[in-house]
């Protein structure tokens, strides 16, 4: 019974510090369970601030692309409004040429100047906007920018040259626009004999 008695004692010795180790258990749970609530409030705020700048992302792309297909189409829809303001001093200055020569007491050498004036103007205009003229008389033939019409037999320039112009080419900013259209010398055949 003594032994009993020591076996109990030493349960009661035991127990006070079983006690605290439950109590020390169940405010290390409840301490951890705050921590985990702590840890989830602070996932889900970061979760919801990552969701509003996703979608203030996709928001601000989509505006962009908006704007983009806009400007994009008004660049196509002005896309010649600089060249057409400048040719309007060319279109104004050919009215007044054609009013000009309408009066019964034209001036011939004063509508020739006007109209060499307005082919200067023209050409000023078409130099500012990168449209080059093609003229190749007494160049050698160039497929890639020359058109030939036909060619002639002649013994005074090297083959494959072009000795007339029948319409200047065009490029713009080195793309071809037109072809120039030329004849383009060949060499000289033999004469045939007619005694054969």
């Known amino acids: 019974m003594e032994e009993k008695q020591q076996s109990e004692q030493a349960e009661e010795m035991v127990a006070p510090e079983n006690a605290a180790e439950v109590v020390d258990a169940e405010s290390v749970e409840v301490v951890a369970e705050k921590d985990l609530v702590r840890l ?12 509003d700048a996703l979608v203030r992302a996709r928001a601000e792309i989509e505006n962009l692309r908006k704007r983009h297909e806009r400007d994009l189409e008004n660049a196509h ?7 057409t303001q400048d040719l309007l ?3 104004d200055s050919l009215e007044l040429g054609h009013q000009a020569a309408q009066d019964e007491n034209v001036d011939v050498a004063r ?16 130099g500012k906007n990168q449209v080059e003229q093609i003229d190749p008389e007494g160049e050698a033939f160039n497929p890639e920018l020359h058109q030939a019409m036909s060619m002639q ?19 713009l900013n080195g793309r071809l ?8 010398s060949r060499v000289p055949s033999a004469p045939v004999d007619e005694q054969a």
């Open 89 to 91: 001093q060319v279109w």
């Open 177 to 184: 626009l037109r072809p120039a259209m030329v004849i383009v």
């Open 153 to 171: 037999e002649r013994d005074d320039v090297e083959p494959n040259t072009v000795v007339a112009v029948v319409q200047k080419g065009y490029s």
């Open 77 to 83: 829809k002005f896309a010649l409004d600089r060249f």
């Open 111 to 126: 509508l020739r100047e006007g109209t060499e004036l307005t082919l200067k103007l023209l050409n000023d205009v078409m």
């Open 40 to 51: 989830l409030e602070d996932a889900r705020s970061k979760a919801d601030e990552h969701w």
